[in-house]
């Protein structure tokens, strides 16, 4: 299966990234991400709801059954257990190979979009983080939920500088 030149990019950019041993130096090139304090509630934007009902009939045995829809269009696997043919019946199993329409736990923190090829992380698309952000801005996202300001990240810095000695009696 040839793959997309959108997803080849993406990931020659990410293999380029994990690569490098030495982190980006700030202020090379213009950065797509802003130096901001901001968080996925601010950069995400809101979708419509989809909440609502799917009716199911079962041609096995006639019965109907209703199935709640949530507000951003997804069914839990355990509300389909319901349909069965009887008491011996554990219920609909779903079957997903290579989980290409099973939905990661509903996040405020990550949103995956894998039919766009979005990923984001606290709003941040993941590709401008990989090819903009250094290590030490992307460890204070993951550790604070936001991106460093400028002062913050030089905090930051001389903070971890401070313990990356390698101890005398090593």
């Known amino acids: 299966m040839e793959l997309p030149e959108r997803v080849k990019g993406r990931l020659a950019v990410l293999s380029a990234h994990l690569a490098a041993g030495d982190p980006v130096e700030l202020g090379k090139g213009s950065p797509a991400i802003e130096r901001w304090c901001t968080s996925a509630d601010i950069s995400a934007a809101p979708h419509g709801s989809l909440k609502g009902a799917l009716t199911i009939v079962d041609e096995?045995?006639?019965?109907?059954?209703?199935?709640?829809?949530?507000?951003?269009?997804?069914?839990?696997?355990?509300?389909?257990?319901?349909?069965?043919?009887?008491?011996?019946?554990?219920?609909?199993?779903?079957?997903?190979?290579?989980?290409?329409?099973?939905?990661?736990?509903?996040?405020?923190?990550?949103?995956?979009?894998?039919?766009?090829?979005i990923l984001r992380y606290r709003g941040y698309p993941i590709e401008e983080m990989a090819e903009n952000s250094t290590f030490l801005e992307v460890a204070y996202l993951l550790l604070y939920g936001n991106m460093p300001s400028e002062s913050q990240l030089s905090d930051w810095e001389f903070a971890v500088s401070q313990h990356s000695a390698v101890p005398q009696g090593v």
């Open 60 to 117: 096995r045995t006639g019965k109907k059954y209703q199935i709640p829809v949530s507000d951003d269009g997804t069914v839990k696997a355990v509300d389909l257990k319901k349909i069965a043919t009887g008491k011996e019946d554990k219920g609909i199993k779903l079957y997903d190979p290579g989980y290409l329409n099973t939905a990661p736990v509903r996040s405020s923190i990550s949103y995956i979009d894998g039919d766009e090829g």
